[in-house]
């Protein structure tokens, strides 16, 4: 009881429900509260201090940014159940909404300036300039000549969809970038990819049927994720039984500048990570492949869990129709 009373004390200010209220909608650090509700990094960095003590905010620490969010479990549920009782049409809290939309659409901004500066010849890897050619043929071992059904989760500008096309029957890109999507479209049509399309969406919730694609690759995309496990169980849901998961990825560093140039969120990954990642996910990785340059690039696959009493067999679901 003590420790509830507690939560509802530190709760019981102005400030600290506008910031329970803003980490409803997702991660924010200290330097985006501060734009939002327009007060000083060291008064709400003393709120933000009092809402985690208590449990009601979740402060983790990624590369150079340290990020608020709701926790799981009880004290989440209650945190929630507190910013539902809001009301919906307060002013002050209208507000925050409006600047909170403005510094998550900034936040984009940056991260894909890169993207409009450059356009279609854009991509991470030669951003940062690694060895893109070495990664592909190291990707093309891993796909084999009849690969069927691919997915390509952050399809960016189609190049793996284009570099992929010759070997799977139909290709599907999902990006959150309209402006991502013109290029890749342009790209597919100068390479003559018809077996392959790109689509509007949301790596969390993929509008597509489950078992629907034989291989998912995820090239540079989980380093961005804010939750990398629930972008990988989307990936296990729609891959068939026995389906192929690839993740291109950094391996983890130390590279701080590059959280924030490159709107980072993940400092790469390491071994026992991943592994327990897709293990979460169901699937059952194999060892890693490495490709040396001035950051180490892996390309982790693994394998979805084939059936071993499979039922009647029932026609697959198209790529088409989920196009």
Avoid at 49 to 58: E, F, H, Q, S, T
Wanted: include cysteine; proline fraction near 6%.
């Amino acid at each position: 009881m003590e420790h509830l009373l507690s939560s509802l004390r530190a709760v019981a200010e102005p400030t600290r429900l506008r910031l329970l209220a803003l980490a409803a909608r997702g991660s924010f650090c200290v330097m985006e509260f501060t734009e939002i509700l327009g007060q000083s990094q060291p008064r709400l960095s003393r709120h933000l201090k009092l809402l985690c003590d208590c449990g009601l905010l979740d402060r983790v620490r990624e590369g150079a940014n340290v990020w608020f969010a709701l926790p799981h479990g009880e004290l989440g549920a209650l945190a929630r159940d507190l910013v539902a009782r809001l009301p919906a049409g307060d002013a002050i809290l209208e507000s925050d909404r409006r600047q909170a939309a403005r510094v998550l659409a900034e936040r984009a901004r940056i991260a894909s300036e890169s993207f409009r500066v450059k356009g279609a010849d854009w991509d991470e890897m030669r951003a940062l300039d690694l060895p893109a050619a070495e990664v592909e043929a190291a990707l093309l071992r891993l796909v084999p000549q009849d690969a069927g059904r691919l997915l390509d989760v952050g399809t960016g500008t189609g190049r793996v969809l284009e570099l992929l096309a010759p070997r799977i029957s139909r290709g599907l890109g999902i990006d959150a970038s309209k402006a991502m999507l013109a290029l890749a479209r342009a790209r597919l049509s100068r390479a003559g990819c018809a077996q392959c399309a790109v689509r509007l969406g949301d790596m969390y919730r993929l509008k597509l049927a489950d078992a629907s694609f034989d291989v998912v690759v995820l090239q540079m995309v989980l380093h961005h994720a804010e939750d990398p496990a629930g972008v990988l169980a989307e990936t296990a849901r729609v891959l068939r039984p026995g389906g192929a998961a690839i993740v291109i990825d950094l391996a983890a560093h130390d590279r701080q500048d590059l959280t924030a140039r490159l709107a980072h969120r993940h400092p790469g990954f390491t071994d026992p990570q991943m592994r327990d990642l897709l293990r979460d996910a169901g699937m059952a990785a194999a060892p890693p492949t490495p490709v040396p340059g001035p950051l180490i690039i892996k390309l982790w696959s693994a394998t979805t869990q084939a059936q071993t009493n499979p039922a009647a067999p029932q026609e697959a679901p198209t790529l088409m129709s989920a196009l």
